[in-house]
T-cell receptor
């Protein structure tokens, strides 16, 4: 089972910041938080990942709470092309390297 | 194009037939993953390889499914005696595996299987 909880869907106005929350209350100290997104009919695309510190790259920012039990993915200026399903994943590290996907958050960016 | 390549993009088959899919990972990526995705669901883990070794298979994976990665390069996923419930998108991903989990998965565009 997925170790994360995300809202089923969210809307965001074009040009505004999209803040996508994720709960991972059972995360272990050495487990990374990953975010991927999937645009219709394509394979998932890597966005960002982090362990403890906040991270930023050209696509997004990842804010991880101090207790690491939740995180937020921020798309600073959402565009229509950001409409996708966003998956928050906690990487299982108990002797395996598989990623367990949940059902994700369906983000719709509105014009 | 140096991304993950999957072939074919679409496959239509009749129930009971065997099908085989191919995945070419990004060059020098040592880990290769297979996932299955049905409509409205997230990708479901099937199996993964580190180099040529198949390290884990999902308990949900029936004996009709088999995967190989000879020589640690491309991989094939075969489904024998297909059933209508096998209809799904089959996704392949590769990564340059690092200890501790600090790595990125790169996915292909998938093979859409329809079993009639």
């Amino acid at each position: 089972d997925a170790k994360t909880t995300q809202p089923t869907s969210m809307d965001c106005a074009e040009g505004r910041a999209a803040n996508l929350p994720c709960n991972h209350s059972t995360i272990s100290g050495n487990e990374y938080v990953y975010w991927y997104r999937q645009i219709h009919s394509q394979g998932p695309q890597y966005i960002i990942h982090g362990l403890k510190n906040n991270e930023t790259n050209e696509m997004a920012s990842l804010i991880i709470t101090e207790d690491r039990k939740s995180s937020t993915l921020i798309l600073p200026h959402a565009t229509l092309r950001d409409t996708a399903v966003y998956y928050c994943i906690v990487r299982v590290t108990s002797g395996t390297y598989k990623y367990i996907f949940g059902t994700g958050t369906r983000l719709k960016v509105l014009a | 194009d140096t991304g993950v390549s999957q072939d074919p993009r679409h496959k239509i088959t009749k129930r009971g037939q065997n099908v085989t899919f191919r995945c070419d990972p990004i060059s020098e990526h040592n880990r290769l993953y297979w996932y299955r995705q049905t409509l409205g669901q997230g990708p479901e883990f099937l199996t993964y390889f580190q180099n040529e070794a198949q390290l884990e298979k999902s308990r949900l994976l029936s004996d009709r499914f088999s995967a190989e990665r000879p020589k640690g390069s491309f991989s094939t996923l075969e489904i024998q005696r297909t059933e209508q419930g096998d209809s799904a998108m089959y996704l392949c991903a590769s990564s340059l595996g690092r200890a501790g989990g600090n790595e990125k998965l790169f996915f292909g565009s998938g093979t859409q299987l329809s079993v009639l």
